[in-house]
């Protein structure tokens, strides 16, 4: 019912930056959430980012590796989330996923909370 297509990612040198985009379709988001994950070869999915999915709520979190240098956001109006990432480092290079929740307003930072996923796209940060 939900489909989440991300975009935004490519090659970029240490320092650089890109905004990622999510756009969704399918149904509104009004009242959850949406979060930024990124797999890297070899790791296990680690959490980024998440954003309260409300037009009264502008919370977000984030994990403490990119606090200061990414910052996630929202249009409504547009089914869009977006993520602003700036002074990127090598290890920042993963596949970034967006994933939706929408069982409760609360924000996750676990994976199996998010009930659906886009297909990624890929973030590299040269040296």
């Known amino acids: 019912q939900v489909q989440l297509v991300e975009s935004g990612g490519g090659l970029v040198q240490a320092g650089g930056s890109l905004r990622l985009s999510c756009a969704a379709s399918?149904?509104?988001?009004?009242?959850?959430?949406m979060g930024w994950f990124r797999q890297a070869p070899g790791k296990e999915r680690e959490f980024v980012a998440a954003i309260s999915w409300s037009s009264w709520r502008n919370d977000n979190i984030y994990t403490d590796s990119v606090k200061g240098r990414f910052t996630i956001s929202k249009d409504i109006a547009k089914n869009t989330m977006s993520l602003q990432m700036n002074s990127l480092k090598p290890e920042d290079t993963a596949v970034y996923y967006c994933a939706a929740d929408f069982r409760s307003t609360y924000l996750k930072t676990q994976s199996y909370n998010y009930d659906y996923w886009g297909q990624g796209t890929q973030v590299t940060v040269s040296s």
């Open positions: 399918g149904r509104t988001f009004g009242g959850y959430a």
